[in-house]
């Protein structure tokens, strides 16, 4: 199996920041793209960050400038950084990590998702 856990969010002003980290572990070969999606209420999940084993990045255009995502592949570790943090960055964060791996005999890429952490931003 394959485990993605968050953890760093929380309450904070607008114009603060916050640090989320995320990580993978279980049995997989490699993973592949990592990322952080968001998720507000009454809306859909959309992409926040994502960055490749390589190390290319995406971002949302609302986060551009703002949030900047990392990752440490020794230790299979997504981190976004968010600052000028604003009211509408307010959602539930979740991580996702695409891994290679064998289900039922068969390889192939599978993603995976973390329970999610809270970000609120007070004005």
């Known amino acids: 199996q394959v485990q993605v856990v968050e953890s760093g969010g929380g309450l904070v002003q607008a114009g603060g920041s916050l640090r989320l980290s995320c990580a993978a572990s279980g049995s997989f070969f490699s993973i592949n793209s990592m990322g952080w999606y968001c998720q507000a209420p009454g809306k859909q999940r959309e992409l926040v960050a994502v960055i490749t084993s390589g190390g290319n990045t995406n971002y949302a255009d609302s986060v551009k400038g703002r949030f900047t995502i990392s990752r440490d592949n020794a230790k299979n570790t997504v981190y976004v950084q968010m600052n000028n943090l604003k009211p509408e960055d307010t959602a539930v964060y979740y991580c996702?990590?695409?891994?290679?791996?064998?289900?039922?005999?068969?390889?192939?890429?599978?993603?995976?998702w973390g329970q999610g952490t809270q970000v609120t931003v007070s004005s």
């Open positions: 996702a990590a695409d891994v290679s791996r064998m289900v039922a005999g068969y390889p192939g890429q599978y993603r995976y």
